[in-house]
């Protein structure tokens, strides 16, 4: 059995993106409109010879107060189901009240955490993740899931603890 790698976060971070990315094709459902994947999916993915399973999950609630209960949930799922998680966030929106839930409650899993700051698409836009530091959950990892800045350094991580 494959060890699996949860990509959680807000709605419209780019997860599907991420996914993508480390999958290699165009399978995950990438949509302008958030909330579009559906529960969660997994996917095979190689890495420098390893493989593992990748876990897109979606379907979270529009408005704030159901988006906060559902992001709670799926990372409640990760923890109990998942050998790691990545945090996604959004290094163009910066740290909002949703992430800082998340990230509250990882904090506390006994499941390794690694943070991506997506959205990172140029070296001027890699300052501004270093904010992502505040939540508390060691280096975050600036990276461009749409053009894959950053991703082999995340992989490499992943693997790494995985
Ligand atoms: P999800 O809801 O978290 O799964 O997010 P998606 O993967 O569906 O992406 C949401 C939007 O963000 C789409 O319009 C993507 O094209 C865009 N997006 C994803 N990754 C990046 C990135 O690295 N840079 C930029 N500029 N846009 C991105
Ligand atoms: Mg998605």
């Known amino acids: ?16 993106t991420l996914v993508n990315r480390i999958i290699g094709r165009r399978e995950a459902v ?29 379907g979270w609630e529009q408005d ?3 988006m906060h209960r559902s992001i709670a949930q799926q990372a409640e799922i990760a923890m109990g189901t998942a050998d790691l998680i990545v945090l996604v966030c959004d290094g163009t929106v910066g740290i909002t009240a949703a992430d800082e839930t998340v990230a509250r409650s990882l904090r506390r899993a006994d ?19 270093a904010e992502f530091w505040g ?24 693997l790494r603890q995985l």
């Open 1 to 16: 059995i494959l060890p699996t790698v949860a990509i959680v976060g807000r709605p419209n971070v780019g997860k599907s």
């Open 30 to 58: 990438v949509e302008d409109v958030p909330g579009v994947t559906r529960d969660r999916v997994s996917y095979e993915a190689l890495w420098n010879g390893r493989t593992f399973m990748v876990q897109d999950t979606g």
């Open 64 to 66: 704030a107060k159901g």
């Open 111 to 129: 499941t390794p955490v690694i943070l991506a700051v997506n959205k990172v698409d140029s070296d001027k836009a890699e300052l501004d993740a």
């Open 135 to 158: 939540l508390g959950l060691d280096q975050p990892y600036a990276i461009s899931a749409a053009h894959g800045r950053g991703t082999a350094d995340l992989l490499d991580e992943i």
